[in-house]
Every structure is written in structure tokens, then in C-alpha cells.
């Protein structure tokens, strides 16, 4: 095989708590992620040696600060693999959003080389190596729906069969995940997800009770800084959404519908008003 053509798929969260900060610097954090049918696609092609990257966004680095670029270097150190690839980025999931765009790609990447390089390693070996390129690599590779402890690595699936239709909105902002974290302040959280009662919901499959229980703690923190955050959930929540949350670190906010007709509502009501819209649905 010369040649692997792997999709990259991003991710919301629909809860997120940070329960402490650890001496090393890392919050504990507890999350739920949920992937959503948006991808990149990757296509890895066997060369001499080294990695070459190319992608058709200009935001993406094509140096070493590539999560893609990490995650071969670290491969190949471990296995000592002297083979070099070169990797195509075909981006989709908008960069610095919130969506994993980076991880999934680090993901993408370590599940190709192994078929490429025939290393024949269980999902569960590449997770364990995903953790060290970044915490949300682990449930890349896994995918589905997931309850995450620990820095994000600690993973456990949750059974969902369920689609809902999303709406993602990502403001003209810039955040870093570092920033938001190093900003706050774990004393000062008011409201705290509720775990149980969303792992419940989304095992009934009740997405009026998924949408109530959403709670992103990061929330405030880029809310703060940015008032677009706020206004697209109340527009969300106003024209039709069930539930409405920032993912991740932000800073893009997704709506959670029931039927397309609200969804397709709600779109056009954004447009114009925020610069990047998708439509997608939980996978
Ligand atoms: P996370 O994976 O933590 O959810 P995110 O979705 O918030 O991250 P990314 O799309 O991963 O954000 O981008 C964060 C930064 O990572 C970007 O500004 C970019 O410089 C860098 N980066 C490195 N590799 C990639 C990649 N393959 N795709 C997109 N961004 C990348």
C-alpha cells in the first residue's frame, strides 16, 4: 500500500468541568465529547524520508508545530521507523474553533501510519501514544460519544445512538485553550454540570434533557472577554435551538435542534451576523 485516504472527525462538547488544577500545571477536567459528522480528510502517501505537509487552509502551520507532524515523530521514535510519509490536509472543521480540528487530524495520522507501516497496533496502543501529542487525541481515535476524566485521556464510551442536527457558529475571535484555562479561576465557577443526570439523558436519548444539562465552565471565562459568545446562544436558543453551549475552549457555539425546518431558520437569521456557519449532526 503507497497511499491511505483517512477522515478526521471533529467534536462538541456537551459538558465540561474543571475540577482542579494538578501540580504539573494540567487542569482535571471531567467532559462529555461527542463526535460530529464535520471532517478533514487526510491522505498519507509512503515517501523516502521525513514528513511533508500540505493543507488547503493557510492557518494550519505545515511545520513542526503540526499536531500531524507530532504525531509521526513520535511514532516513528517509538518504533524506530526510518520510512518517511507526506501528509494532504484537506480542512473542513474550522481551525481554532473548539472542535478538535488539530487532535483529530493527530488522530487521523497515528491510525494511517499504523496501517501504512503495518505496525498492527490495537486501538487502545494508539491511544495511549494519541495522549502524548494532546488530551482530546485519545477520544479521536476512539470517536462515538464519551464521558472523559483525568486531563481529557481517561475515557469511557457511552452508548448513543442518537443524531441530533447541529448548528455550529464560530465568531471572527481568536482564543487559546492555554489562556482560557490559565484564566480561570476554579474558586469562582458557579454552575457545575451535572454528570449524571447528562449521562442519563443522553442514554434515554432525550435531547430536551440533553439541552438542559449543558454546561461548559470555560464558558464564562471567553464569555467574559467576548460578548459574541453570549449573543449567538440567545440567538441560537431564540430562533429554534433546544440547548445551546460553547464547545471546548470556544470559541464556537453550537445549537442543538429538533427538526431541520428550526435549524435551516436559525441559519438564516445568523447569516451575516457571524462569519462561519455549518450545519452537522452528532455522530
Ligand atoms: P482542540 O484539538 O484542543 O479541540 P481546537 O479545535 O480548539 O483544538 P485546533 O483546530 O486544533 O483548535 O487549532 C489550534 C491551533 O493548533 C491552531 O491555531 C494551529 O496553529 C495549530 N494546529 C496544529 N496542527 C493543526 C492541524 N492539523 N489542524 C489545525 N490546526 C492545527
Not at 203 to 218: A, F, G, K, P, Y
Not at 257 to 262: L, R
Request: proline share 3%; net charge neutral; aromatic share 4%.
Amino acid at each position: 500500500m503507497e497511499s491511505i485516504t483517512i477522515a478526521a472527525y471533529g467534536k462538541i462538547n456537551l459538558s465540561l468541568d474543571v475540577l482542579c488544577k494538578r501540580s504539573d500545571g494540567y487542569h482535571e477536567i471531567e467532559t462529555v465529547m461527542k463526535s460530529i459528522d464535520l471532517k478533514d480528510t487526510l491522505i498519507l502517501t509512503k515517501q523516502r524520508e521525513g514528513i511533508t505537509i500540505e493543507c488547503d487552509n493557510p492557518l494550519v502551520p505545515l511545520d513542526s508545530t503540526n499536531l500531524v507532524y507530532k504525531a509521526y515523530s513520535i511514532l516513528s521514535d517509538i518504533y524506530n521507523i526510518k520510512k518517511g510519509v507526506h501528509i494532504k490536509i484537506h480542512k473542513n472543521i474550522p481551525v481554532a474553533a473548539g472542535l478538535a480540528g488539530g487532535s483529530s487530524n493527530a488522530a487521523a495520522t497515528l491510525i494511517g501510519l499504523n496501517e501504512l507501516w503495518g505496525l498492527k497496533l490495537s486501538k487502545e496502543e494508539l491511544m495511549k501514544i494519541g495522549v502524548q501529542i494532546g488530551a482530546d487525541v485519545p477520544f479521536c481515535i476512539m470517536g462515538g460519544t464519551a464521558l472523559a476524566k483525568g486531563i481529557g485521556e481517561k475515557l469511557k464510551t457511552i452508548n448513543s445512538t442518537s443524531e441530533h442536527l447541529v448548528l455550529l457558529a464560530k465568531p471572527d475571535i481568536e482564543v487559546s485553550t492555554k489562556d482560557v484555562y490559565n484564566s480561570l479561576n476554579i474558586a469562582d465557577i458557579g454552575t457545575r454540570p451535572d454528570m449524571k443526570k447528562m449521562l442519563k439523558a443522553i442514554e434515554d436519548n432525550d435531547l430536551h434533557r440533553i439541552s438542559d444539562n449543558m454546561v461548559n465552565v470555560l464558558e464564562e471565562v471567553t464569555a467574559k472577554k467576548h460578548s459574541q459568545i453570549q449573543y449567538l446562544k440567545s440567538e441560537m436558543i431564540k430562533w429554534g435551538a433546544v440547548g445551546s453551549l460553547m464547545s471546548g475552549s470556544g470559541p464556537t457555539v453550537f445549537g442543538l435542534f429538533q427538526n431541520e425546518k428550526e435549524l435551516l431558520q436559525c441559519k438564516s437569521n445568523l447569516e451575516g451576523k457571524v462569519p462561519t456557519l455549518i450545519i452537522t449532526k452528532t455522530i
